[in-house]
């Protein structure tokens, strides 16, 4: 990490990673690390090659993590992160309630029956919101650009489904660029699209951020295009897009304004109708 990503100046270099097995693999496990690496196009790694990639994918026998092995998402003797959606607060009062500023901002609220509603995650990441929305009966596709963090939150997906099949059924992922799947949308429309981009802000604001996010801004940076995204879906027929932001960040875009605000405790979801 360079001084001018610690002053929130600048962007550092994009992290380097490798894919690599837990330490004793069975023979299968190494296949599936060696197939993993050339569809991600990555490097194999192995303790004693020459590579030095700061990051980690590891295949273990059940599932995908990802470790640093420096800079700021390193945890020395820390444990690899992977993503457990079936984990989420999805069932106590507070977590199933329709109240929830997420159900109200994407207009679950009144609903009785959201099959009915497909809310397209433009911004999907680890997936904590694509899961509580498929768990709350959406149908969910979930797009995500990065090839690693894709490849994670599909063996997060096919992990969780061992433990509700029905809600892993309602969530589909797609390794995609999302600007590039709103020029040509599937038929019909999604009714909701979805965005939550990486928060903006110098580092120290984001001291509090845990690991699996820190892991995360290190794999794909700050989301500088996130404007771009809202504009794009705001010229596609679905019928409500709702933004997460940090409670007190401006809009992502000056135009046009929102039509409500739904403010959570911690963050505030923007929500547009498409024109
Ligand atoms: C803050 S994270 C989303 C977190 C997610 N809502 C959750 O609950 O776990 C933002 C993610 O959006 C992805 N992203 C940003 N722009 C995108 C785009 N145009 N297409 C697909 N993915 C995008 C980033 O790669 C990043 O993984």
Same mark, same amino acid.
């Given at each position: +990490?360079?001084?001018?990503?610690?002053?929130?100046?600048?962007?550092?270099?994009?992290?380097?990673?490798?894919?690599?097995?837990?330490?004793?693999?069975?023979?299968?496990? /190494?296949?599936?690390?060696?197939?993993?690496?050339?569809?991600?196009?990555?490097?194999?790694?192995?303790?004693?090659?020459?590579?030095? $990639?700061?990051?980690?994918?590891?295949?273990?026998?059940?599932?995908?993590?990802? /470790?640093?092995?420096?800079?700021?998402?390193?945890?020395?003797?820390?444990?690899?992160?992977?993503?457990?959606?079936?984990?989420?607060?999805? =069932?106590?009062?507070?977590?199933?309630?329709?109240?929830?500023?997420?159900?109200?901002?994407?207009?679950?609220?009144?609903?009785?029956?959201?099959?009915?509603?497909?809310?397209?995650?433009?911004?999907?990441?680890?997936?904590?919101?694509?899961? +509580?929305?498929?768990?709350f009966g959406c149908r969910v596709i979930a797009l995500e650009r990065h090839p690693v963090?894709?490849? +994670?939150?599909?063996?997060?997906?096919?992990?969780?489904?061992?433990?509700?099949?029905?809600?892993?059924?309602?969530?589909?992922?797609?390794?995609?660029?999302?600007?590039?799947?709103?020029?040509?949308?599937?038929?019909?429309?999604?009714?909701?699209?979805?965005?939550?981009?990486?928060?903006?802000?110098?580092?120290?604001?984001?001291?509090?951020?845990?690991?699996? +996010? /820190?892991?995360? =801004?290190?794999?794909?940076?700050?989301?500088?295009?996130?404007?771009?995204?809202?504009?794009?879906?705001?010229?596609? $027929?679905? =019928?409500?897009?709702?933004? /997460?932001?940090? =409670?007190?960040?401006p809009p992502l875009v000056t135009e046009p304004e929102p039509v409500a605000v739904i403010?959570?405790?911690?963050?505030?979801?923007?929500?547009?109708?498409?024109?």
């Amino acid at each position: +990490m360079n001084a001018k990503d610690d002053d929130g100046l600048s962007p550092p270099a994009p992290a380097t990673v490798a894919v690599t097995v837990e330490v004793v693999a069975a023979e299968a496990t /190494k296949q599936r690390a060696a197939a993993l690496a050339e569809q991600l196009g990555l490097p194999l790694w192995t303790s004693d090659g020459g590579d030095d $990639p700061e990051l980690l994918l590891i295949v273990t026998a059940d599932r995908l993590a990802l /470790k640093a092995r420096r800079g700021e998402a390193a945890v020395v003797g820390g444990r690899p992160v992977s993503v457990d959606l079936a984990g989420i607060d999805t =069932r106590s009062a507070a977590g199933a309630s329709r109240k929830q500023p997420l159900f109200r901002a994407v207009g679950l609220h009144r609903r009785h029956a959201p099959s009915d509603v497909t809310v397209a995650d433009l911004t999907a990441g680890f997936g904590e919101d694509a899961w +509580m929305l498929a768990r709350f009966g959406c149908r969910v596709i979930a797009l995500e650009r990065h090839p690693v963090v894709a490849a +994670m939150l599909e063996d997060a997906v096919d992990r969780a489904a061992a433990a509700e099949p029905q809600v892993a059924s309602r969530l589909e992922v797609l390794q995609r660029d999302s600007a590039l799947w709103l020029a040509a949308p599937p038929q019909p429309v999604p009714a909701v699209a979805y965005i939550d981009p990486m928060y903006p802000g110098p580092a120290r604001r984001r001291a509090a951020q845990g690991k699996a +996010m /820190k892991l995360l =801004r290190r794999l794909v940076g700050e989301d500088p295009d996130a404007a771009n995204l809202l504009q794009a879906a705001l010229e596609v $027929p679905i =019928r409500r897009i709702v933004v /997460k932001r940090p =409670r007190r960040a401006p809009p992502l875009v000056t135009e046009p304004e929102p039509v409500a605000v739904i403010r959570g405790q911690r963050v505030r979801f923007d929500v547009y109708i498409s024109t």
